[in-house]
């Protein structure tokens, strides 16, 4: 990176006009390269946005014991799945990186010790989608891992020591999946929108408890019972929900969109606040 695309990058990060939080819900890596309603929602998110400095994205697809950023200057495109054609492992994305913005996200959260990353790069929860929102490829773009150690409001409570980045140009974008349950997938049904009873209830409470702002129950997943049980068996997809709700001020717009079931035991809803 040239010395003045880094003084660009440090003078972005003084204070700008408040950035929206985006919950993108990913589904297939097959998503990167076909042509659907959600990715052409995501092509016209970018069109309508403001245009980020730079890109903090908390993806799925990072889980590490104790929480970590990306802090190289050009990170690589990771292809991290298997079974897929070719040209999906041919996609690159090679959207520079950001030391500056990882040093000032690890300086201001006071939590926890956030350590930097020189191996990771970006992984098909970020890159899948963001290609779709930028796709030129010419926004700086770091990750933030998932510590799988930590509960849910660890996670809530770390996600709002990042809220000063959204007066920085930075765009949070966390990327997973609200309802999301591989081992209960209808093969027979992969590009239906048919969904079964527990995952429509599910994604219903959820999007109730969103727009409601009750986070606390947001939080409390493990707590609503079999419908959620079912829903996030793990909790790597769901946690980017909870980092971008945290983001969110009381009295602030909040949209859903990409509202559908795929494969019964999997939702695209997708969440934008701002």
Request: include cysteine; proline fraction near 6%.
């Amino acid at each position: 990176m040239s010395l003045n695309t880094l003084h660009k990058l440090t003078k972005s990060l003084n204070n700008t006009s408040k950035m929206p939080v985006l919950f993108l819900g990913h589904g297939s890596p097959m998503n990167a390269i076909e042509e659907n309603e959600f990715v052409a929602s995501f092509r016209q998110l970018g069109k309508d946005l403001v245009k980020p400095q730079a890109i903090l994205c908390i993806s799925a697809h990072w889980e590490t014991r104790g929480t970590f950023v990306t802090a190289m200057d050009n990170p690589r495109t990771i292809h991290d799945f298997g079974g897929f054609p070719q040209a999906l492992f041919d996609v690159e994305y090679p959207a520079p990186g950001s030391p500056e913005l990882a040093n000032e996200t690890k300086n201001m959260v006071k939590s926890t010790t956030v350590h930097l990353d020189d191996k990771w790069g970006l992984d098909h929860g970020a890159w899948s989608v963001i290609k779709h929102l930028y796709p030129n490829a010419d926004i700086p773009v770091i990750q933030m891992s998932i510590d799988y150690t930590k509960p849910p409001q660890y996670h809530y409570d770390l996600a709002k020591e990042l809220y000063n980045l959204r007066h920085k140009g930075v765009l949070i974008i966390g990327s997973g999946n609200m309802v999301h349950n591989l081992r209960m997938v209808a093969w027979n049904k992969l590009n239906s929108e048919y969904a079964y009873d527990w995952a429509i209830e599910a994604n219903d409470k959820m999007k109730h408890w969103i727009l409601d702002g009750n986070h606390q129950n947001l939080i409390n997943f493990k707590s609503q019972g079999t419908a959620f049980d079912l829903a996030i068996p793990t909790p790597e997809h769901y946690l980017p929900l909870i980092y971008t709700l945290a983001l969110k001020d009381k009295n602030e717009d909040l949209s859903i969109f990409n509202d559908k079931p795929l494969a019964g035991s999997l939702t695209m809803t997708s969440v934008k606040i701002g």
